[in-house]
């Protein structure tokens, strides 16, 4: 392996400096307050494999080392001992949001993502995608899992970066919604059929255990053929419907948990197995040292939050911290050391970080999308505060062809590295909240009226995110595009059949059947 390091650092210096001289010119404010940072020193362009693991509905409680009481996670437990664990890490409040965010480097709403159905959940074309940027910097790329971007040929991963394609539709196993957002017919945890490189496959076994062992097996290939990868596994446990494996269901029945915690917490079981078994194949491989491994979950926790939330308030598609608050573990033995870092820190931030890593020749057009900001100088030295800034949340899923601006207060937040304000029930006026994290990190207690200087402060920096968001919503006015989304389509295609009456009065439960109509005339936004 080192001689695979070796050839790895041939031509990366040119690289390295372009990425270098880009990233010192790109003073970005933007919506997150991103600020210019001087590189980790020695990891710019250091061009490490990437595995990066994104769980489903995985709260920030649902770790053994965070203090839950119950679960156990040893696997997990280990990766996060082992390189840099950022403490106060934020991601959307959603799935299909958080996912256009790590893909951009920017914020889900100026990508076009507003829901997670409905059309709204489509990555804008006009996006680059960090697959693609990594592919431009010689890297294989595949993913394994749900990609909930988009189901239509050209929204889908192959045509955003991905040489390697192992995935289900829509937001999960068996989901079909109106319009274009659904999952092959039937599909189930278990024995799914997975859309391979446009062509599905019937599988045997569990769901996450056939997508970490289809990484794992294009993995070895890469290995092989001697070329870095990034390999992006975003299982789609433990979301709901909770099904786990029944002997993982069983390590928690008489726990005196509820019938969906046990699954939950079963799913979260397999998830840690599997990671403990990829680990432990990149060290029989003696990968160890060549590959950077990212764990995140991808918004606040659902089942586990009745058994522990971590003292937080608020969980999934909630814009309190709870709601917010992700794990996010950084591995590269030899090169990170373990130790927490204590900077606010975002989802949008891997973007810029992974790209730089890479030695990526990046674009002016990147300049202009990407408002995260690089984490290497935090990756190089944890112990670093890191320069305040600004995150914003907000819901979404309003009403389809509804003016946002009826609902641009409701459940939104704007916070810095102190304070957060919060407006869970307005529409389009504030119903504000403040709340000081240093002191009241599980937002009990409202100080608003004692701090008008940073209300003021905080709501201005939220109407210019808003005005700066409206305009790149670009799902807004879709209406549906087939009467049975793309993945039911390409499966009839291969295998056979037709949707049957109530399959097709699921997908439109109204019975309308507006799919393709133009919006009513004088309809807002």
Known sequence: MHKQRQRRTVGITRRALLVASLFAGNSVRAEQGALAQTSGPGLSGRRPNIVFMLTDDQGFGDFSAHGNPVLKTPNLDR????????????????????????????HEFKNGVTHTILERERLTLKATTLAQVLKSAGYATGIFGKWHLGDEAEYQPGSRGFDEVFIHGGGGIG??????????????????????????????????????EQATRWIDGCRKAGKPFFAY????????????????????????????????????????????????QLEAWDLTRD????????????????????????????????????????????????????????????????????????????KAQVEGRSLLPLLANPAAQGEDRFLFVHQGRWAKLEDPNNSKYKMASVRNTRW????????????????????????????????????????????RWWSSCLPLM???????????????????AQFG?????EDLKRMDPKGALTFGKKPPAGKKR
Not at 81 to 102: K, M, N
Not at 326 to 342: E, I, N, V
Not at 497 to 501: D, E, L
Request: net charge negative.
């Open 79 to 106: 990766l996060r001992s082992e390189g840099v664990r950022f403490s106060d890490f934020h991601v959307g409040p959603t799935c299909a949001p958080t996912r256009a965010g790590l893909m951009t480097g920017r």
């Open 175 to 212: 989901q079909t919604y109106p319009g274009s957002c659904g999952d092959a017919p039937g599909n189930t945890y278990f024995n799914p059929a997975i859309l391979h490189n446009n062509t599905f496959v019937k599988t045997q076994g569990y769901c996450t255990d056939i997508f970490y």
């Open 233 to 280: 596994i975003p299982s789609n446990t433990p979301h709901g419907p909770y099904i786990a494996k029944p002997e993982d269901k069983a390590l928690y029945a008489d726990k005196g948990l509820s019938n969906n915690t046990q699954n939950f917490f079963g799913m979260i079981h397999n998830i840690d197995v599997n990671v403990g078994k990829l680990l432990a």
């Open 291 to 366: 590959t950077l491994v990212i764990f995140m979950n991808d918004n606040g926790g659902t089942a586990g939050i009745e058994v522990y939330n971590a003292g937080m308030r608020g969980g999934k598609g909630t814009a309190y911290v709870g709601g917010t608050r992700a794990a996010s573990f950084w591995r590269w033995p030899g090169t990170l050391k373990p130790a927490d870092c204590k900077a606010l820190t975002a989802y949008l931030d891997l973007f810029p970080t992974l790209a730089e890593l890479a030695g990526a020749p990046l674009t002016d057009a990147f």
């Open 420 to 463: 957060v304000l919060v407006s869970e029930k307005g529409g389009s006026q504030p119903v504000w909240q403040l709340f000081d994290l240093s002191v009241d990190y599980g937002q009990k207690t409202d100080v608003i009226a004692q701090h008008p200087e940073v209300v003021k402060e905080l709501s201005a920096e939220f109407d």
């Open 474 to 492: 670009d799902n807004e006015q879709a209406m549906g595009l087939a009467p049975i989304n793309p993945f039911q389509t390409r499966y009839y």
């Open 497 to 501: 059949g037709s949707p049957t009456p």
